[in-house]
């Protein structure tokens, strides 16, 4: 424990300080991890349509891709055949890159879900987007909003909007830091962490052993012992 009777006079205003520049460090690394994995979601869905509406691809394409997808990237969740229909869905929905790349990107994957479900207008959309970043609204909230009409009873009232970072206090910056597609992504979830981290001991453990010779053994990972005589 930290002595209190050495700690300067501006200590606790340097530490809030640093505090906030944390926060907000964490904040832009998650809103660029998130803007990345969105955009790609869109450049995916963009290019499954063009194949099936130029080139005649079938709807089979993509279970196939889906199949091929996940044994290439075994920690990412996002390439379900589900998840892929809606990535097609989502470029056909917004064929304008620039308006994904600087409205929709700023909101996590299943918030953008949320938005094509549940609403037809795209006027609607795009106003449902921008209060989600404004109020920092969680995905719950939005569909509240959503589905109690907010719209129709103020969305006429305000429509500007300025590009700024949610309130990292906000449920929208929390849902960002926890999204479980952006940890998929980055291959930085828990589980994957600890497999990673294990693998590493284990093969540092084993070819220590190894180098011993004889007289000592490598039994194998996660081995059940029985020591009873």
């Given at each position: 424990m930290a002595n209190n009777l050495s700690i300067p006079e501006d200590y606790h205003d340097f530490l809030r300080e640093l505090k906030g520049r944390?926060?907000?460090a964490q904040e832009r690394a998650v809103i660029f991890v998130n803007r990345e994995l969105v955009l790609l979601y869109w450049q995916i869905g963009l290019d499954v349509l063009n194949r099936q509406q130029q080139r005649g691809w079938?709807?089979?394409v993509i279970d196939n891709l889906a199949a091929d997808l996940q044994k290439a990237f075994l920690e990412m969740k996002g390439f379900s055949p589900r998840n892929l229909k809606y990535m097609r869905s989502f470029a056909e929905t917004y064929p304008d890159e620039q308006f994904v790349q600087e409205v929709l990107a700023q909101i996590p994957w299943y918030h953008n879900?949320?938005?094509m479900e549940k609403l037809k207008s795209s006027e609607e959309r795009l106003w449902y987007a921008r209060?989600?970043?404004?109020q920092g609204w969680s995905r719950n909230v939005l569909v509240h909003q959503i589905e109690s009409g907010l719209y129709r009873r103020q969305g006429k009232a305000d429509t500007k909007f300025s590009r700024t970072l949610p309130n990292p206090q906000s449920e929208l910056a929390q849902q960002l830091l926890k999204d479980p597609y952006n940890f998929d992504f980055i291959s930085l979830g828990?589980?994957?962490?600890e497999?990673?981290?294990e693998k590493a001991l284990i093969?540092?453990?084993r070819d220590f052993l190894l180098e011993l010779g004889v007289g000592f053994a490598f039994v194998g990972r996660q081995s059940i012992l029985d020591f009873r005589f």
């Open positions: 944390i926060l907000q079938g709807a089979k879900i949320a938005l209060q989600t970043i404004e828990k589980e994957a962490k497999r990673e981290l093969d540092r453990i």
